[in-house]
């Protein structure tokens, strides 16, 4: 297979030159280029692969990993390229491409420098080209740049014979288990794969903020959505209800609420019912045989603080601070290095031990955020090293509390992560991208029957949103997740949706215990299918769509009627 290959050099020139490389055994293709061969003052290296090259019209597409997966057909369209960032334009999921032509399915992996390398599309005059594009940004490679391509085995040539390749690649090195191997590691893992998943927003402060810098004389008033009294309300509503099983997670219920100060978490939130109405709600909570854990942060930090240093926030090259380009409750948030965090993080988590919670401890978006770099001399640190990192504070939460949960489910942590809060984006409606032309669960195809998780932002609550919300759960696999008082921006939007379970300070959670237990109702129809491998999903017809699994379980949806129907 030729590969062209481009560096992109620091004074605007650039070297190209090419390589030829012998398919080995078992249809595999390994491109690797030496840190040597790349050298430095080259801002980025481009792998052209001509022979995965398509005109309009061509019989085929492109397989890309944004958003959970999406295709690309070979069709006419205005000239457009398309760097794979993934869920909410952030993040790249999965490392990984796939190519169906000329009837054959192809999966790439780039398998070093891996998180500062894209795969590329372009359509340039109705004619298509792919390639693997690695930020090198000046410096000598930290690793050889790699790319292994695989032709795909079988008689089916599509995405789904792709994430399964991909699958078997991953299991097979040892880079993830599967789900019911990990289940009889972890009793309460168990019980997760089986229940519903139910995150309280307890209360925050202005989101757009008010305040940029905060301080104890000029923090905004949090608003106190729910107490820890009103969840045991919601408790014994549930308990009314049947719901036999229950995943709580507490959001905001550290001090100044949802992202109030961290990475400072004591006292707990005195408005909600401080620490002694914590532990009177955690005893309600597993007396009536839930789960019950929390929200925290470990990869943001407030100048209000009571641990906040300069010194311990991870550096741009220039020397200034990193930041999220964002604001949030506590103003700016600061990007604190995970190695000068850990052992603050970790003694936050022994606190929290103290109070002999259970279920799946959540820290905020790990598995969602783009890979980060830190240029302090004191403590610099590479991508991959930052997703080692990431890696050791959900293992530590894990040895702490037995699961672990995060957002989006990038797969540097598939050997680790538990649950996955939303896998993808948003798959309904407008594509956002002009050379998306259909989602598909590629991540879900890889990764059902080995993390749990929730289909999308959109099936969150789908019980209170509109059919194809909750049709989109079930044709991807999802686990069933409730977030009471999940709207908390300002300005009329709101990630997870405008639609919301909540309930007022002083009314009873009648009506949100019901859409809760409309979802676990539901959800304990699709248990025999949570230990089972995602195998295909196709489209039947127009807004028909079947989901197989490897114990032979059909899973069909109809956007038409609105029906599901479970074939065993």
């Avoid at 280029?33 to 290296?45: F, K, Q, W």
């Avoid at 905060?214 to 959505?225: C, L």
């Avoid at 003694?347 to 279920?359: A, Q």
Wanted: charged share 30%.
């Amino acid at each position: 297979m030729l590969f062209s290959i481009v560096l992109d050099k620091q004074d605007g020139t650039s070297v190209s030159f090419e390589k030829t490389v012998t398919k080995k055994g078992k249809g595999e293709t390994r491109l690797f280029l030496s840190p040597e061969e790349i050298g430095s003052n080259v801002n980025s290296v481009s792998v052209f692969m001509p022979e995965f090259s398509a005109v309009a019209g061509d019989d085929g597409y492109y397989v890309h990993s944004y958003n959970g997966g999406a295709l690309t057909y070979f069709t006419e369209r205005e000239d457009c390229d398309f760097y794979n960032d993934d869920i909410g334009g952030t993040a790249v999921t999965m490392p990984i491409f796939g190519v169906k032509k000329d009837g054959k399915a192809y999966l790439l992996i780039a398998t070093s420098m891996t998180y500062d390398s894209r795969f590329v599309t372009v359509c340039k005059d109705n004619k298509y080209s792919c390639m693997l594009f690695t930020d090198t940004d000046g410096d000598m490679p930290y690793e050889p740049i790699e790319l292994v391509i695989y032709e795909v085995d079988g008689e089916e040539q599509d995405y789904s014979a792709i994430a399964r390749t991909y699958r078997k690649y991953q299991l097979d090195r040892g880079a993830c288990k599967p789900l019911s191997v990990r289940a009889e590691e972890c009793e309460s893992l168990d019980y997760l794969a089986k229940s519903l998943n139910i995150r309280v927003r307890m209360g925050w402060k202005p989101v757009p903020p008010e305040v940029m810098e905060q301080t104890e004389e000029n923090e905004p008033e949090m608003k106190v959505a729910c107490t820890f009294e009103m969840v045991e309300e919601l408790i014994d509503e549930l308990k009314a209800r049947g719901v036999e099983r229950a995943d709580i997670c507490l959001v905001g219920f550290n001090k100044s609420g949802h992202d109030g100060r961290w990475p400072q978490l004591f006292p707990i939130e005195p408005k909600l019912g401080g620490e002694e109405g914590f532990k009177k709600l955690i005893k309600k909570a597993k007396d009536a045989g839930y789960y019950i854990n929390v929200h925290t942060n470990a990869i943001d930090a407030y100048s209000i603080a009571d641990c906040f240093s300069k010194d311990l926030i991870m550096k741009n090259r220039d020397g200034s601070l990193s930041r999220h380009p964002d604001a949030f409750s506590a103003g700016i948030p600061y990007r604190p290095c995970p190695i000068e965090n850990y052992d603050y993080f970790m003694n936050n988590l022994d606190r929290l031990g103290e109070f002999e919670m259970n279920g799946a401890h959540y820290i905020d978006c790990l598995t969602v955020v783009p890979v980060r770099r830190c240029f302090d001399k004191n403590h610099p640190m590479n991508r991959r090293e930052w997703t080692e990192w990431m890696n050791k504070f959900l293992e530590g939460a894990k040895e702490r509390f037995g699961c672990i949960s995060s957002e989006g489910g990038m797969d540097f942590s598939a050997n680790v992560l538990d649950f996955a809060l939303y896998s993808a984006w948003k798959v309904l409606g407008k594509k956002e991208r002009a050379i998306v032309d259909e989602f598909v669960p590629l991540w879900q195809l890889v990764y059902h029957g080995i993390i749990l998780y929730n289909a999308t932002t959109e099936t969150v609550n789908y019980s209170v949103k509109s059919t194809a919300n909750r049709l989109k759960e079930y044709e991807y696999g999802g686990r069933a997740s409730a977030y009471c008082f999940s709207r908390f921006m300002g300005g009329g939007v709101d990630f997870l949706g405008l639609e919301d379970i909540a309930w007022e300070v002083g009314d009873k959670p009648e009506k949100a215990a019901e859409q809760i237990a409309e979802m676990d109702r539901e959800y304990k129809n699709f248990y025999d299918t949570v230990y089972a491998f995602m195998d295909k999903h196709e489209k039947l017809s127009e807004g028909v769509f079947c989901t197989t699994y490897s114990n032979g379980i059909k899973v069909v949806t109809d956007y038409n009627t609105g029906d599901i129907k479970i074939m065993k």
